[in-house]
């Protein structure tokens, strides 16, 4: 304010330092604005790693299906690809893809890709399709802010922003090129969920709607909507539990279930399980008991005489559940309610899949999770979130009630299947952004209060006990802010360690492609494997157009993607018996197995092998599962024949089934004449650390085909059956 | 219920008053051999009624749940991974026993993850205290000694969690 006086001939009266003093509202705002477009960029930037250090491509398994699926829709319109029946996957059978497929993710990729085109920005759909999931993780962060805000104050609702921009949890599976559902759906998740705490807030008519209509995009993009309509049944059962019930909640509630129910049964894979699943029927039943409730609210009212109304009650509640729960009896026992799936049930009951269904229990990602991928992927936020918990219970209200609930019911669910992690980022962030915010506050109040004690003690110089109780005071206030700056400055670290973390653990762990495989050579410079990409061109460019090509099912989604073949199955795993029978074909013998390859006119067989390189994902180490899943279907084989003493071995040891089956064949034909490692004999296998035990093999019925340069995709002829004589 | 001794003349005379009108066999012979000479309490039953529990209450309870999801129970009940791992030692060939499961990120032992559960559960414990120290309505003893308490469980607990995440994981941030 001085600087006016101080040069005026610099200084225009237009332009003075005094316009540029905002007033505190709009420096607010100012600053508000400015952090969300920075965590805003900081979300979309963190994730592009595996852009940066290989090529924008697509990473994974699951990701081809969608880009070849987001392929077709662009190039041959909505119909076909709604109507879609593809005859170059799971042959002979063929799958309906179009109502198989959850559409959200692919149509709206495909709307990106349609605007970007209309503004004359001509890029290839691969490009859309890589960038898509850190796009929405952006979104994702919006919408954090604005559920923080609902919950708590604006300042939680920055601190979530910038928390889930940088989570691993959540960056792990919106890494740029993860073109998967979980892209799309975790933003579906957070918006309905908003949508829903404000319009129960509210009671307005046009929230309800508005989260009516982000639940069926959820349903268009993910099989995890299941969680949306079960936890807000419960949430709604809670509420009703506490004694919240109130015309917001029930206009909330009634409007989201039924528009919603009738919105998600326009996609065709999910079809009329809303009225027939069992996953469902909890929904169904929290509806019928709000109005119940309704409705002996209004015979209260109309009654205006308690002791009738209470034996009234009494026989309506009694009734209520009695015939609910007799519908439920006919409908389970009639069939017409289908019991939960065992994708499903294991959640509720872990042990299930283990005993039960291997296909299951063979996924890396449904393992059970240990301490360290919780740390891993929250690193700070698991001392945040008890705290959290903590200061929602002081404040309770309708909106921390829901949030307390979601953290704790994906918090357990996460311990059962590490992959739901993902599901409990958002619960996480929101409630330890409570705690920052409420921490934060309560330190600078502390820092704030006490410079005004001294201001009033000054000018009220009457009365000396005042001034020595006000003394006293002033002893302690230098000591408490000290503290209070301490503690600050102890929170501001805390939260630059996490940001290095997630900067640590995104650079290290979750931008690897895993279709390029890199390794360190021996001079520490990076060796990047590309024998996926290398083996699926030769498949597109060296075999005749209406080749079949049998492989693990791991790998059918890219050869179909890339190498434009049929397979006979992919991830989609669909169909038990028709893996059964590759797993089969994989652990026979080469005959048996040649029976079965030209039962399912197989033309070519593809292995992956680590042996050469050390890559312990190969088929070898996947082989148990094979014997695993065929064994469930053909009791012919039988697990303990391929083990020497329960242990697996491919050494001299092995047993003599292993060494002749035909994947052992297949990964290992020529194996014997080769030098992997100095010093080692020839025939080392670097992923197992032993020499293998049958060198001299001889294929009878199959032909090599193509190695890759580092024999990791090895790709077989199946020659035509003999003349016979 | 212990028979009470009472004149049954009472008893009787109202019993002849009720079989006049009762033609059931059954009820005649409940009513003279038994009732004669016991006569049933007036016992005033009621519903349990069931009061929510406070807060705070819930908020413990849910603290214990969260201590055994986040030290990887479940992983526990159904990998069961023995308590403690043990290595052979190759030159004196004794039995070492090793804390922390190596090589994998998801993997663990029992006790790796209940101690590892206990110093997050610590550190959450430490903020609620800081938070109970900024209160206005205690001594100012209570309040030093609610503050001290947790920044010492915040600064414990985040040392022990980074020294275990180093151990289990060889090249952590490097």
Do not use: M, Q
């Given at each position: 304010m001085g600087a006016k006086k101080a040069s005026p001939d610099l200084l225009n009266s237009s332009f003075s330092f005094k316009s540029l003093k905002l007033k505190t509202k709009q420096q607010e705002l100012l600053l508000r604005v400015s952090i969300l477009g920075l965590v805003y960029v900081l979300a979309f930037i963190a994730r592009l790693f595996s852009v940066l250090r290989y090529e924008s491509m697509i990473h994974e398994f699951d990701p081809y299906f969608n880009y070849r699926t987001t392929l077709f829709l662009t190039e041959k319109g909505f119909y076909e690809f709604w109507n879609w029946f593809d005859s170059e996957s799971w042959y002979p059978l063929g799958r309906i893809i179009g109502g198989t497929l959850y559409p959200g993710l692919m149509v709206t990729a495909a709307l990106i890709y349609w605007t970007l085109r209309f503004l004359?920005?001509?890029?290839?759909i691969r490009e859309v399709c890589v960038l898509t999931a850190p796009f929405f993780a952006s979104n994702t962060t919006i919408v954090a802010y604005f559920f923080g805000k609902e919950i708590w104050d604006t300042g939680a609702g920055l601190v979530a922003a910038a928390l889930i921009a940088i989570c691993p949890g959540y960056i792990s599976r919106s890494v740029?090129?993860?073109?998967?559902n979980e892209a799309v759906a975790i933003f579906a998740l957070l918006l309905t969920f908003y949508l829903f705490v404000k319009a129960v807030k509210t009671g307005s008519l046009s929230w309800a709607l508005g989260s009516a209509f982000g639940y069926f995009y959820m349903v268009s993009a993910w099989g995890g909507y299941v969680f949306i309509i079960n936890l807000v049944p419960l949430y709604v059962l809670v509420l009703l539990i506490t004694g919240r019930y109130s015309m917001r909640l029930y206009v909330a509630y009634n409007c989201m279930y039924i528009l919603g129910m009738l919105l998600a049964m326009q996609i065709r894979f999910v079809g009329f399980q809303h009225v027939q699943s069992g996953e469902h029927m909890g929904a169904m039943g929290v509806f019928l008991l709000m109005q119940v409730f309704y409705f002996l609210d209004w015979v209260k009212y109309q009654l205006n005489d308690t002791k009738l109304f209470q034996t009234f009650l009494r026989i309506t509640v009694t009734s209520a559940i009695l015939v609910g729960g007799i519908a439920l009896g006919v409908g389970t026992a009639s069939g017409y309610i289908s019991p939960w799936t065992g994708r499903f049930y294991s959640l509720l009951d872990p042990t299930y899949a283990k005993d039960h269904i291997p296909i299951i229990a063979s996924v890396s990602e449904h393992q059970p999770t240990a301490w360290s991928s919780f740390m891993f992927d929250y690193h700070i936020l698991l001392f945040l979130f008890p705290a959290g918990l903590y200061f929602c219970f002081k404040r309770l209200s309708d909106a921390t009630i829901f949030i307390v609930m979601y953290g704790l019911t994906s918090l357990y669910f996460a311990g059962v299947m590490v992959r739901l992690i993902l599901v409990a980022t958002p619960a996480v962030c929101l409630i330890s952004a409570i705690a920052v915010s409420a921490t934060v506050k309560n330190l600078t109040s502390l820092l704030r209060t006490k410079q005004k004690v001294p201001q009033t003690g000054s000018t009220k110089g009457v009365g000396s006990s005042k001034s020595s109780s006000k003394v006293t005071l002033d002893q302690s206030q230098p000591f408490q802010k000290n503290g209070a700056i301490a503690l600050l400055v102890g929170v501001f670290y805390l939260l630059s360690r996490y940001a290095i973390h997630c900067t640590w653990v995104t650079s290290e762990a979750y931008s690897s492609p895993s279709i390029v495989l890199a390794a360190r050579g021996a001079h520490g410079n990076r060796i990047i494997f590309d024998d996926y990409r290398e083996a699926y061109y030769w498949l597109r460019q060296n075999t005749p157009t209406d080749a079949k090509v049998m492989s693990w099912w791991d790998y059918g989604y890219q050869i179909t993607a890339m190498g434009n073949r049929t397979v006979i199955v992919d991830n989609n795993t669909w169909n038990n018996t028709h893996i059964a029978t590759v797993g089969r074909a994989m652990s026979s013998y080469e005959d048996e197995a040649y029976d079965i390859m030209r039962s399912l006119d197989v033309n070519y067989v593809l292995v992956v092998f680590g042996g050469v390189t050390g890559y312990s994902s190969d088929d070898i180490n996947k082989f148990l599962w094979m014997v695993r899943i065929g064994g469930g279907v053909?009791?012919?084989?039988?697990e303990p024949d391929y083990l020497v003493n329960g242990e697996f071995r491919v050494d001299k040891g092995a047993s003599p089934k292993m060494l002749n089956c035909l994947m052992y064949k297949l990964c290992y034909y020529?194996?014997?004449?080769?030098?992997?490692?100095?010093?080692k004999p020839t025939g080392y296998d670097r992923a197992r650390g032993v020499e293998i035990g049958n060198k001299d093999i001889k294929l009878e019925h199959l032909e090599e085909a193509y190695t890759t340069s580092n024999w990791i995709v090895r790709i077989y002829r199946v020659k035509p059956p003999t003349n016979r004589l | 219920m212990a028979p009470r001794t009472d004149s049954t003349s009472t008893g009787s005379a109202m019993s002849e008053t009720s079989v006049e009108s009762s033609i059931d066999p059954l009820f005649h012979i409940l009513r003279t051999i038994p009732f004669s000479f016991l006569r049933p309490p007036r016992l005033r039953l009621k519903l349990p009624s069931f009061t929510l529990p406070s807060p705070m209450t819930v908020f413990s309870l849910i603290l214990l749940t969260y201590f055994l999801v986040i030290s990887g129970f479940i992983y526990d009940v159904i990998v069961e991974p023995p308590g403690i791992g043990s290595t052979q030692d190759?030159?004196?060939?004794a039995i070492r026993p090793v804390v922390f499961m190596s090589g994998r990120v998801n993997g663990q032992y029992i006790i790796e993850g209940l101690s590892s559960g206990f110093m997050f559960v610590m550190g959450g414990v430490g903020i609620i205290m800081l938070d109970l120290a900024l209160d206005k309505n205690r001594a100012k003893s209570v309040k030093a000694s609610y503050a001290t308490a947790g920044v010492s469980s915040i600064v414990i607990g985040y040392v022990m969690s980074m020294l275990f995440i180093r151990i289990k994981i060889p090249g952590y941030l490097h």
């Open positions: 004359r920005f001509f890029v290839h740029a090129g993860s073109y998967d053909y009791p012919v084989i039988k020529r194996f014997g004449e080769l030098v992997t490692e100095y010093g | 190759p030159v004196t060939g």
